[in-house]
């Protein structure tokens, strides 16, 4: 707890350079690592955080489901929330279900680190119970958590997404959009796809992205900024050219559940949506409690996302728009139990049965095979969707 020390765990090597034994020790202050560690610090336990750029500001725009958001967490760092968004395969489809977006510098500022030790530094080995930093530090703590999150690499399929910061007196008839694949964009119809995400991020302005949802390797932000341009022109959105532009990038493979680890480096990601976040944050408090926050369930889930990522990656261009159909066809408990339920394996199967029971025969049996992870040939089929294969 705060202020006690437990030399029984103390090494040669100087435990932090306050001379204390931290609890808990946090590698990485992403937003995950610093709900973490800001959760720990309420709870009494002492905390070490360490982090190449501690006092880095967020810039990312950040948007989760209202229903994510921890009772916790203040409501203040809500900057506008979308009560039914809107999302489009071929056909409109309204969602039961809020999606906020948040101040990202307010949410920052809520997750303070209080009275936690942290400490400027890289992080180059981590153990169950000590991490070696760059400088030649070593911490020994009761319990090591790794939230450093996904480093790069061609082997990791990504996100990526080119957005624009538009006043909202130009975005006229555009609602807030979950997800849009309407083909208005200019793109090849047989290259790899990408969806239209629209939020407003305040009363005056509004985010508009052009996303490749998940590909390996990813759209370009030339690519993306290309269709982005050709898509708004095709909606009579006017821009000034001056308009503050959000560059998105990052992978969607490579973590890892356990104990040891949180955030997207800790399987919080879901590979086939991109979103963590919301995940993070839900259960940062756990995390801090050192409650398993991954029972057999979850692991089955993290597994079944895994392979609705397989079969997003291998559907052809044309497809996606109807699989999406098909998808916000579902009820609003089977869309939220695939999206967001981490634990939720009855839900999650459900939904993914559900799916797949009323998507049209071709599809299925290709979404079937990329589940299963085996090439089935189809007359006449096209290059995957987000593959660029
Ligand atoms: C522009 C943009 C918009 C996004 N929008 C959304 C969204 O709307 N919703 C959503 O859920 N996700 C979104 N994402 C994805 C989201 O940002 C990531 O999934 C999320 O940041 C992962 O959080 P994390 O804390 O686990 O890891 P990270 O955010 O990657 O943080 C890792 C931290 O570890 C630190 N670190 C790295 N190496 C070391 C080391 N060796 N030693 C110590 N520290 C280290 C880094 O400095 C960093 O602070 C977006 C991403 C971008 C780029």
């Known amino acids: 707890m705060r202020g006690s020390t437990h030399a029984s765990q103390r090494t040669p ?14 590698c990485g202050l992403g937003p995950a690592g610093r709900a973490l560690a800001h959760r720990a610090v309420l709870r009494g336990l002492t905390v070490t955080a360490i982090d190449p750029a501690p006092e880095r500001r967020w810039t990312a725009t950040y948007g989760m489901w209202a229903d994510e958001l921890p009772g916790w ?17 071929t056909y409109a489809h309204r969602m039961d279900r809020p999606y906020v977006v948040l101040d990202t510098a307010r949410l920052q500022a809520a997750l303070h680190l209080g009275d936690a030790n942290v400490v400027s530094d890289r992080v180059v080995r981590v153990g169950p119970r000590q991490v070696t930093s760059a400088a030649g530090a070593r911490i020994t703590a ?18 990526t997404a080119y957005g624009l ?19 208005d964009n200019g793109a090849d119809p ?14 005056e302005r509004m985010l508009l992205e052009e996303t490749c949802l998940a ?38 493979q490579g973590g890892r559940p356990g104990s040891r680890r949180f955030g997207a480096a800790g399987g919080f990601l879901h590979p086939a949506t991109g979103y963590s976040v919301g995940a993070a944050l839900a259960a940062a408090d756990a995390v801090a409690a ?21 079969a997003l990656l291998a559907l052809p261009p044309g497809d996606l728009p109807l699989f999406f159909d098909t998808f916000f066809g579902l009820s609003p408990d089977a869309q939220r139990a695939y999206l967001s339920g981490r634990t939720d394996l009855a839900g999650t199967v459900g939904a993914m049965s559900a799916l797949f029971a009323a998507l049209p025969g071709p599809l299925r049996r290709r979404v079937a095979a990329a589940t299963l992870g085996v090439a089935v040939p189809s007359r006449g089929r096209r290059a995957s969707a987000m593959m660029g294969a």
Do not use: I, K
Not at 165 to 183: E, K, Q, S
């Open 73 to 89: 967490l203040s409501p203040q760092v809500v900057a506008a929330t979308v009560a039914r968004p809107m999302a489009w395969g």
């Open 290 to 310: 050192g409650r398993d926050v991954w029972p057999a369930t979850a692991r089955v889930v993290h597994r079944l996302r895994g392979a609705g990522l397989r």
């Open 142 to 159: 009761g319990r090591v958590v790794d939230a450093r999150g996904l480093a790069r690499s061609p082997a990791r399929a990504e996100q």
């Open 13 to 26: 090597a100087a435990p932090d350079e306050r001379g204390v034994t931290p609890d808990l020790v946090v």
């Open 190 to 203: 047989g290259d790899l796809p990408s969806f239209l995400y629209a939020v407003p991020l305040d009363d």
């Open 215 to 252: 590909g390996r390797p990813a759209l370009t932000g030339a690519q993306l900024r290309t269709r982005l341009l050709a898509r708004l022109r095709a909606r009579d959105v006017r821009l000034t050219g001056d308009e503050p532009v959000e560059h998105v990038r990052f992978p969607v």
């Open 165 to 183: 910061v538009v006043d909202v007196g130009r975005c006229a008839g555009l609602d807030p959009l979950f997800m849009d694949w309407r083909p």
